[in-house]
Nanobody
Framework: EVQLVESGGGLVQPGGSLRLSCAAS????????MTWVRQAPGKEREWLAL????????QYDDSVKGRFTISRDNTKNTLYLQLNNLKTEDTAMYYC?????RGQGTQVTVSS
């Protein structure tokens, strides 16, 4: 059974940083594509970044390129998303995904 558990969200001021984590289990983490998406209230889900956990290949949406960094630790079966220079418009629930599976999400709120 695929299980994904996100953590690391919180309240941060504009310009601040957070690191989100996603603990994965139930599949071969070291050989798959993993993504981060987010959804703000009243808005459509937004794809943010992808990583191939075997090769390390990454891809980003233009809206977060240069500010967010996706990474993984295959020894810990954990996916990360480093969020830097956060803006109020980054406020959303953040989810990690493997194909159709996603976790419960972690809330990021950017506010002064």
């Amino acid at each position: 059974e695929v299980q994904l558990v996100e953590s690391g969200g919180g309240l941060v001021q504009p310009g601040g940083s957070l690191r989100l984590s996603c603990a994965a289990s139930g599949f071969t983490f070291a050989n798959t594509d993993m993504t981060w998406v987010r959804q703000a209230p009243g808005k459509e889900r937004e794809w943010l970044a992808l990583i191939n956990t075997r090769t390390g290949y990454t891809q980003y949406d233009d809206s977060v390129k240069g500010r967010f960094t996706i990474s993984r630790d295959n020894t810990k079966n954990t996916l990360y998303l480093q969020l830097n220079n956060l803006k109020t418009e980054d406020t959303a629930m953040y989810y990690c995904k493997k194909g159709p599976f996603r976790g419960q999400g972690t809330q990021v709120t950017v506010s002064s």
